[in-house]
Each structure stands twice: as C-alpha cells, then as structure tokens.
C-alpha cells in the first residue's frame, strides 16, 4: 500500500479529515453558509449523507432551506422581547445552534420523535399554557398527514399577543404547498404573508447563500390573540 492510499484510508476512516478534506476541496470565497460562517468557491452539488438536498455546504452540510430559515431568523430575532417564549417544533441542527448563542430568550423543543427535546409530542397532543408563545417555530413545515384545521386551532391557542408562527412550505411530499397552508391559516384566524428570500433577495445575494433552490417560508400572526407577557426568566441550554 501506497503512502497516498493509506493517506485516503485515513481521511475516508475518520469523520474529521473527511470534514477538512471536503473544505478544502471547496476552498474559495464566492460563497458562504450562514449557519456555520464557512466560505468557499462553491456549495457541494449533492452528498449521499442527505440525499435529495441540493447545494449543500461543505463544513455542516446545511442545503437551501436550512440557510433560508437561519437568515429569516437573523431579522426575526432582532424583533423579540427579552425572555420572549421560542417553541422549535421539529427542530434541527441548525435552528438549535443558532438559539444556542442567546441567553435572553426561553427557547425550548418539541419533537414527536426526534430524542433529546424538551417536550415530546406534538402541537395537537401536548397541552402548553395559553398564550405562552411569542415565536412558533416550524422550520420542517407541517406533515402532509396531519390535520391542519387542528393544528390551526392548537397553534392559535398558544400565540400570545404579538406572536408570530414561522412555518416552511413544501411541495405535498414531504410538507403541505403554500397556497393550501396559507387558506387553512387564514381560516383559523391568521394573517399570513410569504417570506422568499431567493424572490426577495439580490440574484448576487442569493446566489452567495445559495439559496437559488430554497423554498418559501409563511410568517402568519393570529387576528385575535390572548396577552401574553415574555418569561421573567431565560432559558439557555437545551437537551
């Protein structure tokens, strides 16, 4: 064996160099990720490790949508009250790390199946505090096979005055379109507006968070909403 097989051996053995080697293949500046702060000359096409996601960044592998999500919560977050209440529903890596530099906000995690949350279940079959919620994350958008009308009825009963619900389309398959989420809201008492960055954007901005193929995000407010006063306290650290 060749000093340069066992070189490749060892970069495909340990996550690390593989990691590294992925860098620096892509070394360059015309690009860069906002969830982790890496540049490059440009996004990875594809990758087995998430297969189906275009464009994906070559240190933590965040695609389109992942980018989308953080940027809007970049100008979201400027937005919220100290101790504001943050419910991530399905989160990810990504929306976790970015809460992870705060310590002024409640933030918390609900997952039906995911571990390491802090309320197990979902918006339909957990029971939460009325009005608790200032910000009602659905970065994961909502299940083709859920009920929408119930899952209005229970996120209207968890917004607090001022609240704002973010929530990802999809394209039927693996989330509910647009145009079926934003009737089901509206007619549970939401004013919603669509949030796309890769239309609202710079071509020269989009194109250097590669967002080309990112999808859109509705922002919808309750018409009529308990009060609700943020935490007195802040949550930091999360499961």
């Not at 160099?17 to 892509?26: G, S, T, V």
């Not at 009920?147 to 398959?173: E, F, K, Y």
């Not at 859109?216 to 407010?221: C, E, G, I, S």
Request: aromatic share 6%.
């Amino acid at each position: 064996m060749t000093l340069a097989d066992i070189a490749l051996n060892a970069v495909s053995r340990s996550p690390v160099l593989k990691q590294l080697a992925r860098e620096a293949r892509y070394a360059g500046t015309a690009v860069r990720c906002p969830c982790c702060g890496w540049q490059g000359r440009t996004f990875r096409p594809s990758c087995h490790d998430r297969p189906g996601v275009p464009d994906l960044c070559a240190r933590c592998m965040s695609g389109p949508d992942d980018r989308a999500l953080i940027l809007l919560l970049k100008g979201l977050t400027d937005t919220l009250p100290l101790g504001a209440r943050i419910l991530d529903v399905e989160p990810t890596a990504y929306t976790r790390n970015w809460f992870d530099r705060f310590n002024q906000f409640d933030y918390r995690t609900m997952s039906a199946s995911a571990p390491d949350v802090d309320i197990e279940g979902d918006l339909t079959s957990v029971t939460l505090t009325r009005g608790i919620c200032n910000l009602l994350l659905l970065g994961q958008g909502v299940r083709p096979d859920q009920d929408i009308a119930a899952l209005s009825q229970s996120v209207q009963r968890l917004m607090g005055d001022g609240g704002l619900v973010a929530v990802r389309t999809g394209d039927g398959s693996d989330a509910v379109p647009g145009p079926l989420l934003v009737r089901r809201l509206t007619d549970g008492g939401f004013t919603v507006r669509e949030n796309d960055l890769s239309r609202r954007l710079s071509p020269e901005v989009v194109a250097r968070y590669g967002l080309t193929r990112s999808g859109t995000f509705l922002l919808a407010t309750p018409d009529r909403a308990p009060a609700v006063r943020a935490g007195g306290h802040a949550h930091h650290g999360h499961g």
